[in-house]
């Protein structure tokens, strides 16, 4: 892979024609050390926020060792990029609808033990595909609220408060580990939604009445995005640390987190060019149907800069881009503040896109494009960029 000090510098040695996408490993390894030293208990990696390979040996050799996988083709290819660790990576099935054949094969191929679930009809499907094994892990998932999060994972998955109590006593018989699990949704923008969904799990073991051994609060930790900026993660794990520490469960039961966007986002950006400017419409060479799924589809804002040796000197202006294959979707409404005289042929960064982005990119209409760079400068935000102050804002940090 080629290696660049900037993204400016990119830009301007390989003038690229097609979407370029820049990783930077050391933001990367910055975040999975934050959470491996502050999160109050084991952080599994959501491989689904971007299943790169890079990224995954990555975290792996900064001390994340335990991965959340939610499809059999995740199973392999976390197993694939970490096959050099002979059996120190540990992968947890934490999709709570699985195929059958899923199941078995990441049971008896890949030594997985953990798997997740929220219904009767799953835990005989995981029994039945594990053929009655005495070791597993399983985590019942428990429907919280979304409402504090800025993407909804509250209506798909979950038992409701009413289903838990036979779940969890079914669960408890068949499981070696009982876990609980939940998700408050992804880009929480408060502390309070991990707080919330711990009495819904205390609810739960109350009603219960049965021996809990792992508190699975999952993912949904947020990272940085212009018009989204949250309080430090240290908040985060206080008020979960909180939670935690006051559930009637035993002294040994562990704490599970899940995080995918915050361990990602920071990781890549996308460099595009711009091929036609309409007023304050931008034409670019990436789009809904490339890297920029979230910013088509939910009106999510990512930081841009433009590109140019010589520094624009003209006010910022709010800009939407279009995309390049031929529908109207692939439109992106920002809006994105760029100088008032981006002109064709400018190259734009296109920040924050580790997580849900690079991930999403699919090959219609033609336009996709393969080619990475790992650069070696600053994200263009970050949450961990200044760790020793713990409780101050977070700090954008400004390309330049
Ligand atoms: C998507 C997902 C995650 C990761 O969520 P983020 O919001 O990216 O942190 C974690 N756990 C489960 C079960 C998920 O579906």
Redesign the pocket.
């Known amino acids: 892979m080629h290696k660049h000090h900037s993204a400016l510098g990119v830009a301007t040695a390989l003038t690229p024609a097609a979407p370029v996408t820049l990783i930077r490993p050391a933001a990367a390894a910055r975040a999975a050390r934050f959470f491996t030293e502050k999160f109050p208990g084991r952080s599994l990696y ?1 491989v ?2 971007n299943p790169s390979p890079d990224l995954i040996r990555t975290l792996f050799a900064s001390g994340i060792t335990h991965f ?1 996988v ?1 499809s059999i083709a995740e199973v392999r290819l976390v197993a694939d990029a970490l096959a050099d660790a002979e059996g120190q990576a540990k992968l947890c099935f ?2 709570p609808v699985k195929a059958e054949e899923a199941i078995a094969e990441a049971y008896h191929v890949h030594g997985v033990r953990t798997f ?1 679930l929220d219904t009767i009809d799953e835990l005989e499907k995981i029994m039945r595909a594990c053929r009655g094994a005495t070791d597993l892990e399983l985590c019942v998932r428990l429907r919280v609220s979304s409402e504090h999060s800025e ?1 909804s ?1 509250a209506s798909k998955f979950g038992a409701e408060l009413g289903e838990t109590r036979e779940l969890l006593m079914a669960t408890r018989q068949a499981a070696d580990a009982l876990g609980i ?1 939940f ?1 408050v ?3 929480a923008m408060s502390p309070q939604a991990y707080s919330d969904a711990i009495e819904r799990v205390r609810a739960a073991i109350v009603d219960a009445a049965v021996t809990v051994d792992i508190i699975d609060v ?4 947020p990272s940085i995005y212009p018009g989204m900026e949250p309080v430090a993660l240290e908040n985060y794990f206080d008020a979960i640390h909180r939670g935690f520490e006051s559930l009637p469960i035993s002294y040994s039961a562990e704490l599970w987190c ?5 361990l990602s986002a920071e990781y890549s950006s996308i460099i595009v060019r711009v091929e036609r400017r309409r007023g304050t419409e931008l034409y670019i060479n990436d789009g809904a149907y490339g890297a920029l799924f979230d910013a088509a589809h939910i009106g999510w804002r990512f930081p841009v800069a433009l590109l140019r040796e010589e520094e624009s000197e003209e006010e910022l202006t709010a800009f939407s881009f279009y995309g390049p294959t031929c529908d109207d979707m692939d439109h992106m409404v920002g809006p994105f503040m760029l100088p008032a005289d981006v002109k064709v042929g400018d190259y734009i960064e296109i920040g924050m896109l580790g ?2 982005g690079a991930a999403m990119r699919t090959g219609f209409n033609g336009f996709t494009s393969e080619s990475t760079i790992e650069v070696s400068d600053e994200p263009m935000a970050s949450l961990y960029a200044e760790t020793v102050a713990p409780r101050r804002r977070a700090t954008v940090i400004k390309l330049g």
Do not use: I, T, V, W
């Not at 999952?218 to 930790?221: D, E, I, K, S």
């Open positions: 959501a689904k926020a959340d939610a934490m999709h997740s993407l994972l699990c998700h949704g992804s880009q999952g993912g949904g930790f899940e995080p995918g966007r915050a997580a849900y």
